[in-house]
């Protein structure tokens, strides 16, 4: 589908700060009558949009009632009524962001649609740590992964990633992390792997922590937050002895 001719877009909103936006992520912010967002989303973002353009926050917190269908349907409504629509999501709209499901949504509707990709915090996370997710002779490999299942879907295979290596980074993990740490050691991953953590990554408030695997279940690690755990994360412990050099 052409950008010219798309109704809806899915647009990445990066990991938070509006400077991680695209370029096309703000052209279409500026030009949406209507904003579907997520409730993870920096209010500074937001201000980039045309002051009279109709934010509807259709995060989907602790006791609310915002389902996927409802947050589908409501793209469809106003798609059909021909207002320009952004959905705007979190770092990339299709990293765990069940962004497929709303563009078959619109598909069905026979709706016009475009994805707008975005800095996702798969990438942005380590970054805002100094950490490489790949390393020439350190980890050829990256595996993004994900503590949220949906209901009757499988857990992801730890044995089969504590044989692969390589960096390991992990999404909406923070509650699970003392499971992550274990069911990789028992995998046959070190315990003395590095690991690190970071919090509101981009963000003011943004929190680093970091280090061995053995100890991931104990390192004070709040959501939302990405971990990494290979030997890249090493980087994290020096870019934290770095700053304290320069604090002191
Ligand atoms: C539902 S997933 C969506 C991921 C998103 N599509 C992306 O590409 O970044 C939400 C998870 O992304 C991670 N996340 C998103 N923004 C973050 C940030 N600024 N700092 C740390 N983690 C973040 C956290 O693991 C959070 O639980």
Redesign the pocket.
């Known amino acids: 589908v052409s950008a010219a001719a798309a109704v809806v877009s899915l647009v990445?909103a990066g990991?938070?700060d509006p400077d991680l936006l695209t370029v096309r992520a703000v052209r279409r912010l500026r030009e949406a009558e209507v904003i579907l967002h997520d409730r993870?989303l920096d209010p500074a973002v937001l201000d980039l949009a045309r002051p009279d353009a109709v934010r509807i926050d259709v995060g989907k917190g602790p006791g609310e009632s915002w389902t996927q269908e409802r947050i589908n349907a409501l793209l469809v409504e106003h798609g059909r009524a021909g207002r320009r629509v952004v959905r705007l999501?979190?770092?990339?709209?299709f990293?765990?962001?069940r962004g497929r499901e709303e563009v078959d949504a619109l598909v069905a509707a026979g709706l016009a649609w475009e994805v707008v990709p975005?800095v996702?915090?798969?990438l942005?996370?380590p970054a805002a740590m100094g950490v490489p997710v790949t390393h020439r002779r350190v980890a050829a490999t990256v595996t993004v992964v994900?503590c949220?299942r949906a209901a009757g879907e499988a857990d992801p295979d730890w044995d089969a990633l504590a044989r692969l290596g390589g960096t390991i980074v992990v999404?909406?993990?923070a509650a699970a992390r003392a499971e992550v740490g274990r069911r990789l050691v028992a995998g046959g991953l070190s315990p003395e792997v590095p690991v690190a953590a970071?919090?509101?990554?981009?963000?003011p408030d943004q929190r680093v922590v970091h280090g061995r695997l053995a100890d991931l279940g104990s390192l004070p690690i709040e959501?939302?937050?990405?971990i990494v755990v290979g030997e890249v994360a090493r980087y994290a412990a020096c870019a934290a002895e770095a700053a304290a050099l320069a604090a002191a």
Do not use: E, I, Q, Y
């Open positions: 990445g990991p938070g993870l999501k979190g770092g990339d709209p990293l765990f962001g975005g996702s915090s798969a942005a996370g994900t949220s999404l909406m993990g970071v919090t509101n990554a981009s963000r959501a939302p937050a990405v």
